[in-house]
């Protein structure tokens, strides 16, 4: 199945999407709230196939894959943008069904800043991570490797999680969940850090335009646009915290539900992360004082 350039981005799950010459998608079959319709695995080259982000610990999902490449095609390797189950764990079972490396930054905490490190008990989180998760070659910021016959570059661009990558490969760049174009990504302490989140937006920024592919939902045409926009979401929501923390809301949930009136109540866990992750950040910044350890409990006080 091909995609028109002027057709609805709409695959099927299981079914071999091609994005561009070289590029195919494969959506995993588990859609949410959290995910969109699917994590999307990524089929770079022919013959020799990178896999980029295999997904959930899927059986069909597994052989969805397989049966994607040809008979005369071989998966070479195996490249995690970072450690959520939602895109790291079928990797060790097709790492033993091709017999390719996996590659990625490192395990669930390599990444991770000294001030989440130093916070991390303090703080609660853990959402969806892949605890178990080990690469068989690490792969560090600004080195190379061959994908469809053009160099794959990793940038580290940690944020919504310590470990993760982005790849750069000409034109395109997987932007895993750092920039997706249908939500915000999640920014969770301790496996989350609003202050790398902002500074890696600088990075990918700084490569210039670029067509994203991100870990879920559309390619996205204008990249630095998206990028923009995502920057600008973020200082407009600092801005709403700290009214909220001037007008009297002076903890996390209080906080939360002054910020986030026009989220379903099911969501409201996920937005008093990314709440979370600004107080953490302004403190850092100057901006705002917790009484006591931060935390989700703890007082909040704007300065």
């Known amino acids: 199945m091909t995609l028109p350039q002027t057709a609805a981005f709409d695959p099927k799950p299981g079914q071999p999407l091609i994005l561009e010459p070289g590029l195919r998608l494969v959506l995993a079959p588990n859609p949410s709230p959290m995910t969109e319709r699917g994590t999307n695995t990524y089929l770079l080259g022919d013959g020799a196939v990178t896999v980029i982000d295999p997904g959930p610990a899927d059986p069909a999902h597994l052989a969805a894959i397989l049966a994607a490449l040809a008979p005369s095609e071989r998966v070479a390797q195996i490249v995690i943008t970072h450690a959520h189950k939602d895109h790291s764990p079928l990797a060790r079972p097709l790492a033993d069904a091709t017999g390719a490396p996996i590659v990625a930054f490192g395990d669930a905490l390599a990444g991770r800043s000294a001030r989440m490190a130093a916070l991390a008990e303090d703080v609660g989180g853990g959402e969806g991570v892949d605890a178990d998760f080990r690469p068989d070659i690490q792969l560090a910021d600004g080195q190379a490797i061959e994908a469809g016959g053009r160099p794959l570059t990793a940038i580290h661009t940690p944020g919504h999680f310590g470990n993760h990558l982005s790849f750069d490969w000409g034109e395109a760049l997987f932007s895993g969940d750092h920039v997706m174009g249908w939500a915000p990504s999640l920014v969770s302490p301790p496996d989350g850090d609003l202050t790398d989140f902002m500074a890696s937006l600088d990075r990918l920024t ?31 929501r600092e801005a709403s915290i700290l009214a909220a923390l001037r007008s009297g809301a002076g903890n996390l949930g209080a906080i939360t539900e002054v910020v986030y009136t026009d989220v379903a109540p099911a969501l409201l866990p996920a937005a008093a992360r990314n709440v979370l992750a600004h107080l953490i950040d302004l403190e850092a910044r100057g901006m705002l004082r917790f009484q006591g350890n931060p935390g989700p409990q703890t007082p909040v006080l704007a300065l």
């Open 206 to 236: 700084a490569l210039g335009p670029r067509r994203y592919y991100p870990g879920h939902g559309a390619p996205i045409d204008d990249g630095l646009g998206r990028v923009a926009a995502l920057r600008a979401h973020r200082l407009g």
